[in-house]
Each structure stands twice: as structure tokens, then as C-alpha cells.
């Protein structure tokens, strides 16, 4: 049951992100200049935890391996919808510090899982 909520997380999460991505910008058009990248982290953040439990749930795979697997997963996701937004629209465009903003909230997910699987080690 879990394993199906971890799916119907992870999956549904992916394409919302995959579509956002790829429609065009909404939102204030006074946002201070590269304050997407607060969203992008953000975005990876939560994409990563939601995988990272998908691929850790009754212990399928260890710990180690689920977060190298989800962090890959991650960054390679990122290259790929800059890659489509370059190439499929003309109202979006490719940027590196996307993919830089991406793969920090990756990093930063991993930093709190490994301390949250830290706390639970030592309190268990």
C-alpha cells in the first residue's frame, strides 16, 4: 500500500514538474532576477525525497545506492527538460544555472535524509 503512495507520489510529481517546465512562465513579472532558481531548488528538493522513498521502501535497495540512483536520476531529469525547453518551445530557454539550482536541491535533499537517517540511528 505504502509502495503504491510512494508511486502515486513520485510519478505524478515527475510529470506535474516535466509540464510546469514546459508551459509557459506564470507568475509576477517584477520577481528580482534569477529568484526561479529558489524554485528549481526547491522543486529537485521535494523531487528527490520522493524518490529517494519510492526506491528505499522495504528496503529494495540500500540506502547508499537509493540516494547515488536518485541523485543521478535527478541531475540527468534536470539536463533533460533544459534540453526540451531549448529545443521544444520557443517561449523557454535552456540555462545552465537551472540545472546548477536543480542539482543543489538534489544535494541538499541527500544532506537531509542522510540526517534524518543519523537522528534515527541514534534515537532508535
Do not use: C
Request: no cysteine; aromatic share 12%; net charge positive.
Amino acid at each position: 500500500m505504502v509502495h503504491k503512495l510512494l508511486a502515486f507520489a513520485s510519478i505524478p510529481y515527475t510529470i506535474l514538474l516535466t509540464v510546469l517546465s514546459l508551459l509557459p512562465q506564470v507568475g509576477p513579472s517584477n520577481m528580482p532576477s534569477n529568484s526561479d532558481k529558489v524554485f528549481h531548488t526547491i522543486a529537485y528538493f521535494i523531487f528527490t525525497i520522493v524518490w529517494y522513498l519510492f526506491f528505499t521502501y522495504k528496503n529494495k535497495i540500500s540506502t547508499k545506492k537509493a540516494i547515488i540512483i536518485t541523485v543521478i536520476y535527478a541531475i540527468v531529469f534536470g539536463i533533460i527538460i533544459e534540453i526540451l525547453q531549448h529545443t521544444l518551445t520557443q517561449y523557454r530557454q535552456a540555462d545552465i544555472n537551472d540545472v546548477i539550482a536543480n542539482t543543489l536541491g538534489a544535494i541538499l535533499a541527500v544532506l537531509i535524509i542522510k540526517l534524518v537517517l543519523k537522528i534515527n540511528v541514534k534515537y532508535n
